[in-house]
């Protein structure tokens, strides 16, 4: 049953009987071919296994031989180790005495062949160091190191010596002769010495040229022999003798311009004129010595020290510290000094140098280790800003607070009035100074801020002179004394930078003060002569005199000749200097005085004609008044001068 039902299932899949018989022979034929196969691979099997025994058998015959063939092999290596190890003990012993028959000869001749020799000696010592164990080493090194010790002395010393005999002081004219035409000074003692109106000079964009301090040849030497020293642990010997070299050649070059070291004792003893002369030439040493000895200091060990950053900052500091210590010191002195107004110019001179130059002088003394050096000179210029701005408030006060005694009989313009305004003027030359002065201390506008001086300056004035003009006796020459100042300080200030300042407010304001100042002369000199022209109970109409007795115009023509005669003897003396001004109160006078007097003449002159010696009353035609007003404030001196004030 089961046969039937796989045969239906063969006839299913498309089998027959011829194919499955087919299919059984195949298979007995591959399980043959396998059978045999195996045979084969237990024959192979077999006969390696016998190769194998073999190959151990020869491996075990030839050991012995492979031994010794490999310990002849390393023998012979370990000779020519050996004799290599030896020639090259040989070499380094001829090295030392090649090096130390450099070094017995000494840096001077030969450097460069001395420091080769110093590192053949190092060398050497690292060799034998890492080789103890030869009988020679200790000796070796110990011999070595000797002459690593000797040599280190002589370097110093060769390092010194030729440090030394290259930092002479400059000579001035050096100096001199690297500034740029412009600043130069034409004659010798001449300095920096300036006036106020041409202080801006210094502010050129000229070149500076730096001398050449060390020669191009000697500074490759000295920056190997400080470059050796330093490897070698004698970091301190280089400092000190390069410290001392050129610390004497920096404060020597100075010395040498003329530069002194002035205490504020010393300063206080100066006549004004000496004092602003050192002052000037201070100036001068400052811009030279920022501008043209540091800064090519600066190079010379930039050069030496060259890969030795932090070492050549601090060595470039301690050499110059000296020097720019004697530097500052004058300009200490000066500004602890006592006060004054007439210094205020040569202290914002001083501030400007200082200003001018800090930028450069923090660039040379950058580092940490000249902190100190920009520190003194940054506060040299606050110093000298806070003295000058306080000898503005004293200005200011001695302005307001002046009592001279000066007499100006005359009633011209005061002494002082002329000082303030050209102290004024010259403070104008100063205004970029100034305005940068007034920003050391506070965030403010210093357009305003100096505008706000001016103008307490000017009040200031005002004030003086009213307290003044109070001193005269004549209420007249009271009023030109004022006229005369007020006028000065307006014309001066309107042709000055000082207008813009003040505005032309300001100007208009103090021109109408001027004009009646002018007018309060007019009604105090020639009020009182003019009624000379007026008679009471005389008509009304101008022209007719009846009513009006001679004896009253001839007492009125008298009254009138001598008040007029005793203001022209007295006014001739006074003086109105400016001549517009001078003629402007002439003409003004003359318009009021000739028209009333021709008038008076006419109408009651008939009276007096007529009568007996006519001119002892009408002593003055109107061109005689005319001419003599033209004498008015021509500062003319009378014989016997009367006390006016």
Same mark, same amino acid.
């Given at each position: 049953?089961?046969?039937?039902?796989?045969?239906?299932?063969?006839?299913?899949?498309?089998?027959?009987?011829?194919?499955?018989?087919?299919?059984?022979?195949?298979?007995?034929?591959?399980?043959?071919?396998?059978?045999?196969?195996?045979?084969?691979?237990?024959?192979?099997?077999?006969?390696?296994?016998?190769?194998?025994?073999?190959?151990?058998?020869?491996?075990?015959?030839?050991?012995?031989?492979?031994? +010794?063939?490999?310990?002849?092999?390393?023998?012979?290596?370990?000779?020519?180790?050996?004799?290599?190890?030896?020639?090259?003990?040989?070499?380094?012993?001829?090295?030392?005495? /090649?090096?130390?028959?450099?070094?017995?000869?000494?840096?001077?001749?030969?450097?460069?062949?001395?420091?080769?020799?110093?590192?053949?000696?190092?060398?050497?010592?690292?060799?034998?160091?890492?080789?103890?164990?030869?009988?020679?080493?200790?000796?070796?090194?110990?011999?070595?190191?000797?002459?690593?010790?000797?040599?280190?002395?002589?370097?110093?010393?060769?390092?010194?010596?030729?440090?030394?005999?290259?930092?002479?002081?400059?000579?001035?004219?050096?100096?001199?002769?690297?500034?740029?035409?412009?600043?130069?000074?034409?004659?010798?003692?001449?300095?920096?010495?300036?006036?106020?109106?041409?202080?801006?000079?210094?502010?050129?964009?000229?070149?500076?040229?730096?001398?050449?301090?060390?020669?191009?040849?000697?500074?490759?030497?000295?920056?190997?022999?400080?470059?050796?020293?330093?490897?070698?642990?004698?970091?301190?010997?280089?400092?000190?003798?390069?410290?001392?070299?050129?610390?004497?050649?920096?404060?020597?070059?100075? +010395?040498?311009?003329?530069?002194?070291?002035?205490? +504020?004792?010393?300063?206080?003893?100066?006549?004004?004129?000496?004092?602003?002369?050192? &002052?000037?030439?201070?100036?001068?040493?400052?811009?030279?010595?920022?501008?043209?000895?540091?800064?090519?200091?600066?190079?010379?060990?930039?050069?030496?020290?060259?890969?030795?950053?932090?070492?050549?900052?601090?060595?470039?500091?301690?050499?110059?510290?000296?020097?720019?210590?004697?530097?500052?010191?004058?300009?200490?002195?000066?500004?602890?000094?006592?006060?004054?107004?007439?210094?205020?110019?040569?202290?914002?001179?001083?501030?400007?140098?200082?200003?001018?130059?800090?930028?450069?002088?923090?660039?040379?003394?950058?580092?940490?280790?000249?902190?100190?050096?920009?520190?003194?000179?940054?506060?040299?210029?606050?110093?000298?800003?806070?003295?000058?701005?306080?000898?503005?408030?004293?200005?200011?006060?001695?302005?307001? +607070?002046?009592?001279?005694?000066?007499?100006?009989?005359?009633?011209?313009?005061?002494?002082?009035?002329?000082?303030?305004?050209?102290?004024?003027?010259?403070?104008?030359?100063?205004?970029?100074?100034?305005?940068?002065?007034?920003?050391?201390?506070?965030?403010?506008?210093?357009?305003?801020?100096?505008?706000?001086?001016?103008?307490?300056?000017?009040?200031?004035?005002?004030?003086?002179?009213?307290?003044?003009?109070?001193?005269?006796?004549?209420?007249?020459?009271?009023?030109?004394?004022?006229?005369?100042?007020?006028?000065?300080?307006?014309?001066?200030?309107?042709?000055?930078?000082?207008?813009?300042?003040?505005?032309?407010?300001?100007?208009?304001?103090?021109?109408?003060?001027?004009?009646?100042?002018?007018?309060?002369?007019?009604?105090?000199?020639?009020?009182? &002569?003019?009624?000379?022209?007026? &008679?009471?109970?005389?008509?009304?109409?101008?022209?007719?005199?009846?009513?009006?007795?001679?004896?009253?115009?001839?007492?009125?023509?008298?009254?009138?000749?001598?008040?007029?005669?005793?203001?022209?003897?007295?006014?001739?003396?006074?003086?109105?200097?400016?001549?517009?001004?001078?003629?402007?109160?002439?003409?003004?006078?003359?318009?009021?005085?000739?028209?009333?007097?021709?008038?008076?003449?006419?109408?009651?002159?008939?009276?007096?004609?007529?009568?007996?010696?006519?001119?002892?009353? &009408?002593?003055?035609?109107?061109?005689?008044?005319?001419?003599?007003?033209?004498?008015?404030?021509?500062?003319?001196?009378?014989?016997? /001068?009367?006390?006016?004030?």
């Amino acid at each position: 049953m089961e046969k039937s039902n796989l045969q239906k299932n063969q006839s299913k899949l498309g089998f027959n009987d011829l194919t499955i018989e087919t299919l059984r022979d195949r298979a007995a034929t591959m399980k043959d071919c396998l059978a045999r196969s195996q045979i084969i691979t237990d024959s192979m099997t077999s006969i390696l296994g016998s190769f194998d025994l073999r190959l151990s058998a020869l491996e075990t015959a030839m050991r012995p031989t492979q031994i +010794k063939t490999h310990s002849m092999r390393q023998a012979h290596e370990n000779i020519d180790k050996t004799l290599k190890f030896a020639d090259a003990v040989l070499i380094q012993f001829d090295l030392v005495k /090649q090096a130390e028959a450099e070094i017995m000869r000494g840096p001077h001749e030969d450097l460069e062949s001395y420091l080769e020799a110093v590192n053949q000696l190092k060398q050497i010592v690292r060799f034998f160091s890492t080789n103890k164990t030869l009988k020679s080493s200790i000796g070796v090194i110990t011999h070595s190191t000797t002459l690593l010790q000797k040599a280190s002395l002589m370097l110093e010393e060769e390092f010194r010596q030729l440090l030394t005999s290259c930092s002479k002081p400059v000579e001035p004219d050096r100096l001199l002769d690297c500034l740029p035409a412009s600043l130069r000074p034409s004659t010798a003692g001449e300095g920096g010495k300036k006036n106020p109106s041409d202080h801006n000079k210094s502010a050129e964009n000229v070149v500076y040229r730096p001398p050449t301090l060390v020669s191009p040849k000697v500074v490759p030497l000295l920056h190997d022999l400080a470059l050796q020293m330093t490897q070698t642990g004698q970091q301190q010997q280089v400092f000190i003798i390069y410290r001392e070299a050129r610390s004497a050649c920096m404060e020597g070059s100075l +010395k040498k311009l003329g530069v002194e070291k002035l205490g +504020k004792d010393d300063v206080q003893k100066m006549q004004l004129e000496a004092l602003e002369a050192k &002052i000037g030439n201070w100036i001068h040493f400052v811009r030279i010595a920022v501008k043209l000895l540091f800064a090519a200091e600066r190079k010379v060990s930039d050069q030496v020290f060259e890969g030795m950053d932090s070492f050549m900052d601090q060595c470039f500091a301690e050499a110059t510290a000296s020097a720019v210590s004697l530097l500052l010191s004058f300009g200490e002195a000066i500004a602890k000094s006592k006060r004054s107004p007439e210094k205020l110019f040569v202290l914002l001179d001083m501030y400007e140098i200082m200003k001018e130059v800090q930028p450069e002088f923090n660039t040379l003394y950058a580092s940490i280790s000249a902190a100190e050096l920009r520190e003194s000179v940054s506060a040299l210029t606050k110093r000298l800003a806070e003295t000058a701005q306080e000898t503005f408030v004293d200005f200011e006060e001695a302005v307001d +607070k002046d009592a001279t005694k000066t007499a100006v009989q005359d009633g011209t313009v005061h002494p002082l009035t002329s000082y303030v305004i050209n102290y004024v003027k010259f403070l104008f030359d100063y205004q970029s100074t100034l305005k940068q002065l007034f920003l050391e201390f506070e965030e403010i506008d210093p357009d305003a801020q100096l505008a706000k001086i001016t103008t307490r300056i000017m009040q200031a004035l005002q004030n003086n002179l009213d307290g003044k003009s109070k001193h005269y006796k004549d209420q007249a020459l009271t009023q030109i004394f004022m006229m005369n100042n007020i006028h000065y300080i307006v014309r001066s200030v309107r042709r000055s930078e000082a207008k813009d300042m003040l505005g032309d407010d300001w100007v208009q304001i103090h021109r109408r003060v001027v004009q009646q100042h002018a007018n309060q002369y007019k009604r105090i000199s020639w009020s009182k &002569i003019l009624q000379c022209f007026t &008679i009471q109970g005389a008509p009304s109409d101008g022209i007719s005199t009846t009513g009006v007795s001679r004896a009253t115009v001839k007492e009125k023509f008298k009254t009138f000749n001598t008040q007029f005669e005793e203001l022209h003897q007295r006014q001739s003396q006074w003086t109105v200097p400016d001549s517009e001004l001078r003629e402007s109160l002439r003409l003004a006078v003359a318009e009021v005085l000739l028209p009333a007097y021709r008038a008076f003449r006419k109408r009651f002159g008939p009276l007096i004609e007529g009568g007996k010696n006519p001119t002892k009353y &009408i002593r003055f035609t109107p061109e005689d008044l005319e001419r003599m007003l033209a004498e008015f404030f021509e500062g003319k001196v009378a014989p016997e /001068q009367k006390r006016l004030i």
